[in-house]
């Protein structure tokens, strides 16, 4: 019997991201060691970026199966060790190309990445779901996702996405988001800190600072679509993100019975105060899609046109044409989906307000990756 071909097991090799960083590991100086014996015998030595890394599992099982299919490989033994400092500060420069520390990769002129801050007048009206689900069903649609939980009184995107207990990996000064079966990271205000109740009292420069780490001290990787969640209202976090990424745009969320006035107020401040365009308004809890006929007869328990009064106003305001991008109805699976960490759009994508979510998802990507679908302004400098 022959060993297997060593550069086959590397090109094999090739083809295993790490979960987190989303880049091969033999790219990522993670392999350390490859070897083969006469019997067809494999031992790989991974290098894992932290002691306890919550990947390794998944790192053992995709280098087991991805060696396995290399011809002559009748056993495959995969020995994890830990990079040491020396070998994760080579990493962090690696991914960080050259980059500055504490820069936020999606502020860059030269950023492809569209950035959509999630907002709303008051808590409650369905924000989290709203951003949850709009962020897997893009991802579902081939687009790479990540979402930043900015929403110091709320945090719920982690329990949504069924990571609540999951903590970030760090490499040096660098973050890790954390994965999530569906495809899309995340980075949660409530994760930086050791414990959750700490955070609701953050105010200004901490809240600026964590909001920075979110972005900057993250490593998001090549995205096409990042979603923040945003805490309701005005406040010190739509300051900062005004300062930082104004070139995010907005959705509003809200309900039927919200007064329109007041959420236009609040949200649309917030906007216009830092330059940031409203690209639209999803209604959301619109209606109870009736028992007996579907979705055809709708049971308007809130009320009727919230969402498109808030629409006209901000339009009015903003001159310029705030359209409605959806209403989702009150769907039972899709309160069921947010309790156990998995979306409605994944669970049920043929319940109603799945396919309104994903209706939404997709008018959001055909605006384009990036530059492409910007509204320039009129001299080259203008942001808009
Ligand atoms: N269309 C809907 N149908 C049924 N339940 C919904 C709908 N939208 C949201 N919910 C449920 O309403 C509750 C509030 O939603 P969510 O947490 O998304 O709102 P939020 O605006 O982010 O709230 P917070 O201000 O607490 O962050 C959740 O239990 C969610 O599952
Ligand atoms: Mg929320
Ligand atoms: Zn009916």
């Known amino acids: ?27 990522l100086g993670m392999v350390e060691r490859v070897d083969a014996d006469d019997t067809g015998l494999v031992s790989v030595k991974v290098l894992l970026t932290v002691a306890g890394c919550p990947m390794r599992e998944t790192i053992t099982r995709e280098v087991t199966a991805a060696v396995s299919n290399v011809q002559g490989v009748t056993a495959v033994n995969v020995e994890l060790g830990v990079m ?44 989290s779901s709203v951003t949850v689900n709009l962020a897997l069903a893009m991802a579902k ?12 009184y709320g945090h719920s995107v982690p329990a949504m996405l069924g990571v609540a207990d999951t903590r970030p990996t760090q490499v040096e000064d660098l ?11 995340v980075i949660s205000i409530g994760m930086l800190k050791p414990r959750r109740d700490q955070v609701v009292a953050w105010r200004g420069p901490m809240l600026d600072r964590a909001l920075v780490q979110m972005l900057a001290d993250v490593y998001w990787g090549d995205l096409d679509i990042l979603f923040l969640d945003l805490p309701p209202g005005t406040g010190d976090v739509a300051i900062s993100l005004g300062q930082h990424l104004p070139s995010a745009e907005v959705i509003v969320v809200t309900t039927p019975q919200e007064a329109a006035a007041e959420v236009a107020e609040r949200a649309g401040t917030m906007a216009s105060m830092m330059h940031q365009r409203v690209i639209g308004v999803v209604e959301n809890m619109s209606f109870l899609p009736c028992p007996h006929c579907g979705v055809e007869h709708r049971l308007e328990i809130f009320g009727h046109g919230g969402g498109a009064r808030v629409a006209a106003t901000l339009g009015a305001r903003f001159g310029y044409d705030v359209p409605m991008l959806g209403e989702i109805p009150i769907d039972i699976s899709l309160r069921e989906g947010g309790d156990s960490g998995k979306p409605i759009v994944e669970s ?37």
């Not at 649609?141 to 930043?148: P, W």
Request: aromatic share 2%; glycine share 12%.
């Open 1 to 27: 019997m022959t060993s297997p071909d060593i550069a086959q097991v590397q090109a094999a090799l090739a083809r295993v991201n790490d979960p987190e960083i989303k880049r091969p590991i033999t790219e």
């Open 84 to 127: 040491s400092a020396e070998q994760r500060s080579g990493l962090q420069d690696t991914l960080r190309g050259g980059q500055a520390a504490r820069e936020i990769p999606f502020a860059q002129p030269d950023s492809l990445t569209k950035v959509y801050a999630v907002a709303s007048g008051k808590g409650g009206v369905g924000k």
């Open 141 to 152: 649609q081939g687009l790479k996702v990540g979402i930043v939980d900015a929403d110091i």
């Open 175 to 185: 973050i890790m988001p954390v994965p999530t079966p569906s495809g899309v990271s």
């Open 348 to 384: 049920d994508p043929t319940s109603p307000g799945a396919l309104v979510l994903t209706e939404i998802a997709r008018g959001l990507s055909g605006r384009g990756r990036g530059l492409a679908g910007m509204q320039l302004g009129l001299s080259p400098t203008a942001k808009r």
